[in-house]
């Protein structure tokens, strides 16, 4: 099974290149998602213990819980060493399904994947970029987002320029669904796996 990193920073275009992979034939684990869905199971009595009042009915409240640790560097880092163990565990369990079901490509798309030092793992790490204007536009267009948060995060995040230097390949989500789903086809074929 090939196995194939997906990264780039926020607003970049990681979920719609993962879901043009997962139309290629490609098993997709998307980190993000796997966030979301444990602040809905395991992880709330965690993320309650450490951060009182950001759970309510059995799920974490994302806005309560990113308005708490946005701006705090300790606190975030605190959260992600609750939550990236977790996600590790379900992208490997995931993983480890898709192999033994027979599949021949598997993409995780992992937004920290650089920071977190996983580029390892993978056999081919494939970084999405659009530029910085496309990039702005497109998450200043969210609602609740800020100039303040987006900037937040960002600081958090390895430079675009930085990890396109450091990807396998790079797919440029600028101009178009179509045309990325061109270069993701040429990506597989590069890769020897279409
Ligand atoms: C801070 C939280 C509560 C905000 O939730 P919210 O629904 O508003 O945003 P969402 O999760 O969709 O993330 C928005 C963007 O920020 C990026 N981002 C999220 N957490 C981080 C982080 N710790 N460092 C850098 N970028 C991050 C995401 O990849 C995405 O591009 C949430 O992002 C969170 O719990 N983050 C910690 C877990 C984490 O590290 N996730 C990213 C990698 S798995
Ligand atoms: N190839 C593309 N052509 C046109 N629009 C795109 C393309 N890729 C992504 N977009 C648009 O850019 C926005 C962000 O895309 P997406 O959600 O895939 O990014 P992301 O990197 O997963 O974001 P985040 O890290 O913030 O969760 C969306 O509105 C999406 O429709």
Redesign the pocket.
Known sequence: MLLIGLT?????????????FAEEGAAVHDS?AAVHALYAGAAVPLIEAAFPGTTREGAVDRKELGTRVLGDAKALEKLENIVHPLVRAAERAFLDEARASGATIAVA?I?LLFETGRAKDFDRVVV?S?GAD?QRR??M??PGMTEEIFAR?LERQLPDAEKRARAGVV???????????AQVRAALKDFGAA
Do not use: C, Q, Y
Not at 8 to 20: E, F
Not at 172 to 180: K, L, M, Q
């Open positions: 780039g920073s926020i607003g970049m275009g990681k979920s719609t290149t993962a879901r043009l993000d798309d937004p999405v659009a496309e497109r998450v267009e969210r995060i797919i440029d989500t600028s101009r178009g669904v179509e045309d990325a789903r």
